[in-house]
Structure formats: structure tokens, C-alpha cells
């Protein structure tokens, strides 16, 4: 049977990867890389499970570890090729631009500085983790999309939102098991990634909750990112809810149902919080000041439920968790601190690889890595955690001056769900390394740098033309 979903995999990733190389190779469709990346991400390591499970080879999951990154850097050679006179290229470069080529020249020089204890090709591997999201943003900055490429890409989040839930209602109504027990999980991260199987149900402790019930995650690797993704889901389905017509807008309420329905799936803490900070933020942006108030209600009325309805396990889970008595999240705390002496003791930083949970980071050297301003924080002292949040901040603020100015409704579209999903994974960014959830960090650069570019045809009388994919 994993032979079988071996064959379907190699054939429908490899087609897939293969049709994108020949639109952007021969065709000179660049932008096309998104597609790729929308449609494969979400299913990157249970992809690569099952392909381990089937082949026992480390030679063959690398093959499929490396397309992502070829497509983008394939991307990235194509748009320089096509460029007619490259060097005359005008730089109109925003703030965003600026924190982004920041960080990731700061990170360049950390490569090649003499600090931490990990090995030049350890560090070098550890930034091809920061580079591809800040070349996805470059794509992105230098992308213009005909409106029926934009509807087909939100088509796919759409689709992915839907499928989640979907697989999330057979795992817990029919199989009555998370998918990952029967993909392999387990054994590609026992032989892949040094991790022994850990919890109640032989995965990782991220699949259950301390009541030992099941955290589900459908096909993406575990319940944070699944949690993480759904945000972006549900905030598609809702700009295209609000900017439809009445009897179109049916199938965004199912979206964004499906995308609640996983994140009560997921049992992620951190991201009903982040779905709060966002439909606060949402409520803002439109100026819709009932949805606060709605919101405002909904909280009082889990809490009635909480201390009057639920059961004792649920209610002492809760209590736990806000007064930091719970085992997770003591053990965000004290990550929280680690990370925090290191910064105090070493300002600049102790190198990079030295933080977080990227696959070139060794668990013996690693100081913290539960919140992701803290990890580049430790790696690259105080200088390079600035850098990251103004890069998150500036391209928000710029994506949602182009929601308000822009005249073109799916422009409009791009840059409220980047600026929302980008509000919305604060919660999970202070709790986890949450860029390594490539499927939503990355779709998420690219809205961001695609908006900014927005934001630079509005403010310039003149811009640069780029042809519409």
C-alpha cells in the first residue's frame, strides 16, 4: 500500500514540479512557482514520510526534501534572465526592502563569523532556512498577476483549507488515529531527523494534549502548523466573503467553517489566540466595531462554559494554561528565559544554527528555540531580532495601505490576507519557530512582497511596467 501512494506522489509531485520548470523556463512565467509551492507545502512531510516508509531510502527523500528550493531558486535565475537590461533595473526600495535585506545580510555575515559551535556548512544550511522566504518575498515584490492567476492561486488555499478539515473528520470520526500513524512519521523522523517517537500515540508529544486526547494535524506535519495555516484560510475565505456577491459567497463561509473547524481539530492554544488577536485586527481594518463586541461576547461566553459546563479536565486545562502551571507552557517560559540570559549575556549573539528547530540545529548546542523573535534574537543578537519584527511590521502596515488604496480588488485581496495572516501568527510566532511552517510563512512573504510592489506603483508616477503572468 505505501508502495502504491509512493507511485502517486513521485507522480503527481514530479508532474508538477516539471510542468512549473517548463512555464518559467521556456514560457518565462516566473510567478508560476507559487503555484508549486501552495500545492505542495502543505503535504511536504507526510509526502516525504510515506515516500521513506516505501523506499527506506535518504537518497530519494532528498530528492523531494530539495524541489522546493529548486523551484524558487529556478524562479529566481528566470526572472534575472528575462530581465531585458538587468543592471538598468530602477531600485525603489520601501522600508520593508530595507528590514528584509537587513536581516538577511546580517545573517550572511554570521555565516562566515567565527561564533557558536556549529560547523561553516551547519550555518550555511541553517541560512538557506532564512534566504529562500526573504527570495519567495523578492518573487513576490517583482510579480504582477493577471486577476484569473490570482483567483486560481486563492482557488488552491481555498482547496487546502476545505481538504484539511475534511481529513481531519476521517481521522477522528473514521480512523478514530491521527494520519501520521499510518504514513510513516514516525520512522522518517526516527531516521531523517534523529527524533525518537515520542506521546501516547507514538508520533510527538505535539499530537496530544496533557489530557492525552488527540491533537489532529491532517496532512501537514503536525497540529501547530495545521493551526498556523488554517488562519490564512480563514482569512482568505473572509476578504472574499466581504468583496463578493451575496449569492457567491456561500462557499467562503464554508472556508472559513472548515478553517475553524480544524483549528478546534489542532487544540492549539496559541492559535484560537491568534484567531482572536485576527478577527480583532479584522474588525479594526473594516472599522467594524460590532465584531469586537461579538468577539467580547464569545469570550464571556467560554468562560461561563469553562467554569460552569466543562468538565473538570478541561477547566483545570484552561487554568493551568493561563496561570503558566501547565507542562507546555512552563515549558515556553522557560525556553523564553534561556533564550532571553543568552541575549543579555551576549548581545550580538552566539552564531547561527544555535537556536530553534531547523533540521541543521543539533539538540546538545541549541539555547532556546520556542519563539521565533527570541531565536534570532540568540543567533543574531538583539540587532538581528529588530530587524525581524520591523520587517513584519513595516510590511504590514505598507500591505494594508495598499488594501485602503489600491483599485484593484484582488491586489486588494493579496494584501489583506498577507497583512492578517502576518497579525494573525504573532501568537504562534511568541510559542514556536513558526517560519519553519513553510506552506504558510512562505505564501505569506510572497503576499507581502507582492502588495509592497503594489505600494510601489501607487507611490511612484512612473513605475516600472512588469508583464502580467
Same mark, same amino acid.
Given at each position: 500500500?505505501?508502495?502504491?501512494?509512493?507511485?502517486?506522489?513521485?507522480?503527481?509531485?514530479?508532474?508538477?514540479?516539471?510542468?512549473?520548470?517548463?512555464?518559467?523556463?521556456?514560457?518565462?512565467?516566473?510567478?508560476?512557482?507559487?503555484?508549486?509551492?501552495?500545492?505542495?507545502?502543505?503535504?511536504?512531510?507526510?509526502?516525504?514520510?510515506?515516500?521513506?516508509?516505501?523506499?527506506?531510502?535518504?537518497?530519494?527523500?532528498?530528492?523531494?526534501?530539495?524541489?522546493?528550493?529548486?523551484?524558487?531558486?529556478?524562479?529566481?535565475?528566470?526572472?534575472?534572465?528575462?530581465?531585458?537590461?538587468?543592471?538598468?533595473?530602477?531600485?525603489?526600495?520601501?522600508?520593508?526592502?530595507?528590514?528584509?535585506?537587513?536581516?538577511?545580510?546580517?545573517?550572511?555575515?554570521?555565516?562566515?563569523?567565527?561564533?557558536?559551535?556549529?560547523?561553516?556548512?551547519?550555518?550555511?544550511?541553517?541560512?538557506?532556512?532564512?534566504?529562500?522566504?526573504?527570495?519567495?518575498?523578492?518573487?513576490?515584490?517583482?510579480?504582477?498577476?493577471?486577476?484569473?492567476?490570482?483567483?486560481?492561486? @486563492?482557488?488552491? !488555499? =481555498?482547496?487546502? *483549507?476545505?481538504?484539511?478539515? +475534511?481529513?481531519?473528520? #476521517?481521522?477522528?470520526?473514521? %480512523?478514530?488515529?491521527?494520519?501520521?500513524?499510518?504514513?510513516?512519521?514516525?520512522?522518517?523522523?526516527?531516521?531523517?531527523?534523529?527524533?525518537?517517537?515520542?506521546?501516547?500515540?507514538?508520533?510527538?508529544?505535539?499530537?496530544?494534549?496533557?489530557?492525552?486526547?488527540?491533537?489532529?494535524?491532517?496532512?501537514?506535519?503536525?497540529?501547530?502548523?495545521?493551526?498556523?495555516?488554517?488562519?490564512?484560510?480563514?482569512?482568505?475565505?473572509?476578504?472574499?466573503?466581504?468583496?463578493?456577491?451575496?449569492?457567491?459567497?456561500?462557499?467562503?463561509?464554508?472556508?472559513?467553517?472548515?478553517?475553524?473547524?480544524?483549528?478546534?481539530?489542532?487544540?492549539?492554544?496559541?492559535?484560537?489566540?491568534?484567531? @482572536?488577536?485576527? !478577527? =480583532?485586527?479584522? *474588525?479594526?481594518?473594516?472599522? +467594524?466595531?460590532?465584531? #469586537?463586541?461579538?468577539?467580547? %461576547?464569545?469570550?464571556?461566553?467560554?468562560?461561563?462554559?469553562?467554569?460552569?459546563?466543562?468538565?473538570?479536565?478541561?477547566?483545570?486545562?484552561?487554568?493551568?494554561?493561563?496561570?503558566?502551571?501547565?507542562?507546555?507552557?512552563?515549558?515556553?517560559?522557560?525556553?523564553?528565559?534561556?533564550?532571553?540570559?543568552?541575549?543579555?549575556?551576549?548581545?550580538?549573539?552566539?552564531?547561527?544554527?544555535?537556536?530553534?528547530?531547523?533540521?541543521?540545529?543539533?539538540?546538545?548546542?541549541?539555547?532556546?528555540?520556542?519563539?521565533?523573535?527570541?531565536?534570532?534574537?540568540?543567533?543574531?543578537?538583539?540587532?538581528?531580532?529588530?530587524?525581524?519584527?520591523?520587517?513584519?511590521?513595516?510590511?504590514?502596515?505598507?500591505?494594508?495601505?495598499?488594501?485602503?488604496?489600491?483599485?484593484?480588488?484582488?491586489?486588494?485581496? #493579496?494584501?489583506?490576507?498577507?497583512?492578517?495572516?502576518?497579525?494573525?501568527?504573532?501568537?504562534?510566532?511568541?510559542?514556536?519557530?513558526?517560519?519553519?511552517?513553510?506552506?504558510?510563512?512562505?505564501?505569506?512573504?510572497?503576499?507581502?512582497?507582492?502588495?509592497?510592489?503594489?505600494?510601489?506603483?501607487?507611490?511612484?508616477?512612473?513605475?516600472?511596467?512588469?508583464?502580467?503572468?
Amino acid at each position: 500500500m505505501a508502495l502504491i501512494f509512493f507511485l502517486i506522489i513521485a507522480l503527481l509531485v514530479g508532474g508538477g514540479f516539471l510542468w512549473i520548470i517548463q512555464e518559467m523556463v521556456f514560457k518565462g512565467n516566473w510567478s508560476h512557482f507559487i503555484f508549486f509551492l501552495a500545492a505542495f507545502l502543505p503535504f511536504y512531510i507526510i509526502s516525504l514520510s510515506v515516500i521513506y516508509l516505501a523506499t527506506r531510502s535518504e537518497e530519494v527523500v532528498a530528492i523531494f526534501q530539495i524541489l522546493k528550493e529548486i523551484v524558487v531558486l529556478v524562479a529566481v535565475l528566470v526572472w534575472l534572465f528575462y530581465q531585458k537590461r538587468v543592471f538598468d533595473y530602477p531600485l525603489r526600495l520601501h522600508s520593508t526592502d530595507w528590514m528584509m535585506l537587513g536581516l538577511l545580510g546580517l545573517g550572511f555575515i554570521y555565516v562566515f563569523l567565527p561564533l557558536g559551535e556549529v560547523s561553516f556548512l551547519g550555518k550555511a544550511l541553517y541560512y538557506k532556512t532564512m534566504l529562500i522566504p526573504g527570495l519567495v518575498y523578492f518573487l513576490g515584490r517583482n510579480t504582477s498577476m493577471t486577476d484569473l492567476k490570482v483567483k486560481n492561486l @486563492f482557488t488552491l !488555499i =481555498f482547496a487546502i *483549507a476545505i481538504g484539511a478539515f +475534511l481529513v481531519n473528520c #476521517i481521522e477522528s470520526f473514521l %480512523l478514530g488515529a491521527h494520519l501520521q500513524q499510518f504514513s510513516g512519521y514516525a520512522l522518517y523522523n526516527q531516521a531523517i531527523n534523529d527524533i525518537d517517537p515520542t506521546g501516547n500515540f507514538g508520533l510527538t508529544w505535539t499530537f496530544e494534549t496533557q489530557a492525552v486526547s488527540k491533537r489532529l494535524a491532517s496532512f501537514f506535519s503536525d497540529p501547530l502548523e495545521m493551526a498556523s495555516s488554517v488562519l490564512m484560510g480563514f482569512s482568505a475565505g473572509l476578504i472574499w466573503f466581504l468583496t463578493s456577491k451575496k449569492e457567491e459567497s456561500w462557499v467562503y463561509l464554508l472556508v472559513m467553517a472548515c478553517s475553524i473547524g480544524s483549528l478546534i481539530f489542532s487544540a492549539s492554544r496559541a492559535a484560537f489566540g491568534a484567531f @482572536f488577536v485576527m !478577527i =480583532f485586527f479584522v *474588525a479594526l481594518v473594516f472599522r +467594524l466595531y460590532k465584531l #469586537i463586541g461579538v468577539g467580547f %461576547l464569545a469570550l464571556i461566553g467560554f468562560g461561563f462554559y469553562v467554569v460552569f459546563l466543562a468538565s473538570d479536565d478541561f477547566y483545570f486545562f484552561v487554568i493551568d494554561t493561563l496561570t503558566f502551571e501547565n507542562t507546555s507552557s512552563i515549558g515556553h517560559v522557560v525556553e523564553w528565559l534561556l533564550a532571553l540570559d543568552s541575549m543579555i549575556a551576549n548581545p550580538l549573539g552566539i552564531g547561527l544554527a544555535m537556536s530553534g528547530n531547523a533540521g541543521s540545529v543539533e539538540e546538545d548546542l541549541r539555547v532556546g528555540g520556542e519563539n521565533q523573535f527570541l531565536i534570532y534574537g540568540v543567533q543574531l543578537g538583539w540587532l538581528g531580532m529588530l530587524l525581524y519584527i520591523l520587517t513584519l511590521a513595516t510590511g504590514v502596515i505598507l500591505s494594508l495601505r495598499v488594501f485602503y488604496r489600491t483599485d484593484k480588488t484582488m491586489t486588494a485581496r #493579496i494584501a489583506f490576507v498577507g497583512a492578517v495572516t502576518k497579525v494573525g501568527m504573532l501568537l504562534p510566532l511568541f510559542t514556536a519557530n513558526a517560519e519553519m511552517y513553510t506552506y504558510v510563512a512562505w505564501v505569506t512573504w510572497w503576499m507581502i512582497g507582492y502588495s509592497i510592489r503594489e505600494y510601489s506603483l501607487i507611490t511612484n508616477p512612473k513605475p516600472v511596467t512588469l508583464k502580467a503572468a
